[in-house]
């Protein structure tokens, strides 16, 4: 099995597992919409289901369509970056821990759509009445996913930009 391949399982099994419990931590522990402060001030653990995608995004749809869109779009990322890592010769290992991220977000989300038809969220990280909105640990690894992708990128092109 090529080196890339089993860091991509293992990372993703890591990732999905750790996702999957925090949200069924919360879950059982929590009500709905109860918030418990960590740090006053600063952050809170809470408990909310969105039914969208970041900052609320499609939230106001219907629920049907949600369901469908939401599950066709993640799908189908799964999908071709499951292709990408089995096809791919390269043995660039910021791609790969990349992809792994953000495939290890996308699986941890679509569990939840599909349970639930929403997401479990319950990071809540504000200043006075400022709140970013709540958020889990599969959209952490979906957002560092894509900045080290960006990053991996930007070092690519100016090694490959002539002198």
Do not use: C
């Not at 640990?137 to 990053?151: R, Y």
Request: proline share 2%.
């Amino acid at each position: 099995m090529k080196k890339n391949i089993l860091i991509f399982i293992l990372g993703a099994a890591f990732v999905i597992a750790l996702d999957q419990i925090t949200k069924a931590a919360i879950v059982t522990k929590f009500v709905l919409h109860e918030s418990y402060a960590i740090i006053d001030g600063f952050f809170n653990l809470v408990y909310v289901m969105n039914p969208g995608a970041a900052f609320g995004f499609l939230a106001g749809a219907s629920a049907i369509f949600r369901y469908v869109f939401f599950i066709g779009i993640t799908s189908a990322v799964i999908l071709l970056i499951l292709y990408y890592i089995v096809k791919s010769k390269s043995q660039n290992m910021q791609t790969v821990i990349s992809l792994t991220l953000i495939f290890s977000g996308a699986v941890g989300n679509l569990i939840d759509r599909i349970r639930f038809g929403a997401v479990v969220d319950f990071l809540d990280f504000y200043i006075g009445t400022w709140h970013w909105p709540a958020f889990n640990v599969a959209d952490s690894s979906i957002f560092l996913g894509a900045v080290l992708m960006i990053w991996a990128m930007i070092i690519q092109r100016k090694e490959e930009a002539p002198l």
